[in-house]
């Protein structure tokens, strides 16, 4: 009788241990490539911040509108964006030459802004979709998702403020730039 219990605990000790290893290892999707935004299906990122922030009124403080306008320039240079992705790091261009370089580490990394602004990201993988969390004193919580469905890559972007009435949900979905 204790063969058999010592057996049945080697057993799903093994068990366990093969299926986290092989889970860590499992192939993650490949965003890399030149991707546009599919405009009927995707939410108007311009309008989700505008509401998040608490309408025309509140976007008058400074504050607020700093984020607003940073975010709003992001959201118009996002419409067609190029990723380049590796084992080791995720990196994201717009066309307004925009760059984003992250660490997919699991460890939290300082990076900085094009307005100077120092910000907290950590990026990893949670089954198949790409997180990247990025905190910063006058920004909030941001969390963006990547993953794909089908032949389209999706973007989901969740912004938490303390400046904003609302938290800010979107969801962009993109098709792969023919020719590439």
Same mark, same amino acid.
Request: a positive charge.
């Given at each position: 009788?204790?063969? @058999?219990?010592?057996?049945?605990?080697?057993? @799903?000790?093994?068990?366990?241990?093969? *299926?986290?290893?092989?889970?860590?290892?499992?192939?993650?999707?490949?965003? *890399?490539?030149?991707?546009?935004?599919?405009?009927?299906?995707?939410?108007?990122? %311009?309008?989700?911040?505008?509401?998040?922030?608490?309408?025309?009124?509140? &976007?008058?403080?400074?504050?607020?509108?700093? &984020?607003?306008? $940073?975010?709003?320039?992001?959201?118009?240079?996002?419409?067609?964006? %190029?990723?380049?992705? *590796?084992?080791?790091?995720?990196?994201?261009?717009?066309?307004?030459?925009?760059?984003?370089?992250?660490?997919?580490?699991?460890?939290?990394?300082? $990076?900085?802004?094009?307005?100077?602004?120092?910000?907290?990201?950590?990026?990893?993988?949670?089954?198949?979709?790409?997180?990247?969390?990025? %905190?910063?004193?006058?920004?909030?919580?941001?969390?963006?998702?990547?993953?794909?469905?089908?032949?389209?890559?999706?973007?989901?972007?969740?912004?938490? *403020?303390?400046?904003? %009435?609302?938290?800010?949900?979107?969801?962009?979905?993109?098709?792969?730039?023919?020719?590439?």
């Amino acid at each position: 009788m204790r063969n @058999a219990k010592t057996r049945t605990v080697v057993s @799903a000790v093994v068990g366990g241990f093969l *299926s986290f290893a092989l889970g860590a290892n499992a192939q993650k999707p490949n965003f *890399s490539g030149t991707w546009v935004l599919d405009k009927e299906t995707s939410d108007n990122l %311009e309008e989700k911040v505008r509401i998040g922030a608490g309408g025309t009124n509140r &976007i008058t403080r400074i504050d607020v509108k700093r &984020i607003v306008d $940073r975010l709003t320039h992001l959201a118009r240079a996002s419409e067609e964006i %190029e990723i380049e992705q *590796s084992a080791e790091d995720f990196t994201v261009a717009d066309k307004q030459d925009n760059l984003r370089i992250y660490y997919i580490d699991g460890k939290k990394h300082v $990076r900085q802004t094009p307005w100077g602004v120092k910000l907290q990201t950590l990026t990893n993988w949670k089954d198949a979709q790409l997180i990247i969390t990025t %905190e910063g004193k006058d920004l909030g919580k941001v969390t963006e998702t990547y993953r794909l469905e089908g032949e389209q890559l999706v973007f989901a972007v969740q912004l938490e *403020s303390d400046d904003f %009435e609302n938290t800010v949900v979107a969801r962009n979905q993109y098709f792969r730039k023919k020719g590439r």
